[in-house]
């Protein structure tokens, strides 16, 4: 599965949206990109995936650009409950791809 | 629908002691994974199962980790004997299926002292 690079941190005041980039220049064709968050205390959550086309759901859209090469995870407005780690993951979507692989995500503050 | 349940919440033991952590996955999901968290890190894949058989295990330490799933439902994950480094979180999650959404529990934290 191809890698993905991410920030380490960023910041975010409450009510403003948060756009979390992603990195997988390396990304092929038949993988799509997942999104999952980790509130302190608790396990990953799923948020998102997508191919190539943008994705939308109750929590965040999902961006990713034409070449596929990079993403960006949208919390349209962000609020204290999303301080988290958010973990961008390439992978390949059928029953014989690899289990989810994590990398150290991008932990993101929420402040008010 | 019930998450996946995890016990117990918390534990503390001794290095060379043994130690159990219980999964019940989400009813009728196939998959279930076992994964291991150390503070200030992503979590790493210990073993994968689909029902009762294992898919990948190539991360588990095998000379003390072990792990099973019996009837394709409830899984263990046991240490023994546990080193000092096997203090960190441990995660089960279940999914439908490999490619869809991962179900994750809360976690089983280990202190080995």
Avoid at chain 1, 37 to 62: C, D, F, V, W
Avoid at chain 1, 74 to 98: E, F, K, S
Avoid at chain 2, 25 to 49: C, E, M, R
Wanted: hydrophobic content about 35%.
């Amino acid at each position: 599965d191809a890698k993905t690079t991410q920030p380490p941190s960023m910041d975010c005041a409450e009510g403003r949206a948060a756009n979390l980039p992603c990195n997988h220049s390396t990304i092929s064709g038949n993988e799509y990109v997942y999104w999952y968050r980790q509130i302190h205390s608790q396990g990953p959550q799923y948020i998102i995936h997508g191919l190539k086309n943008n994705e939308t759901n109750e929590m965040a859209s999902l961006i990713i650009t034409e070449d596929r090469k990079s993403s960006t995870l949208i919390l349209p407005h962000a609020t204290l409950r999303d301080t988290a780690v958010y973990y961008c993951i390439v992978r390949v979507a059928n029953q014989a791809g690899t289990a989810l692989i994590f990398g150290k995500g991008t932990t993101l503050s929420v402040s008010s | 629908e019930a998450g996946v349940a995890q016990s117990p919440r918390y534990k503390i033991i001794e290095k060379r002691q043994s130690v159990a952590f219980w999964c019940n996955p989400i009813s009728g999901h196939a998959t279930l994974y076992w994964y291991q968290q150390i503070l200030g890190q992503g979590p790493k894949l210990l073993i994968q199962f689909q029902n009762n058989g294992v898919v990948d295990d190539s991360q588990l330490p095998k000379d003390r980790f072990s792990a099973e799933r019996l009837k394709g439902v409830d899984s263990t994950l046991k240490i023994q004997p546990a080193k000092l480094e096997d203090s960190a979180v441990y995660l089960c999650a279940s999914s439908l299926a490999n490619h869809l959404g991962y179900t994750f529990g809360s976690g089983t934290r280990l202190t080995v002292v």
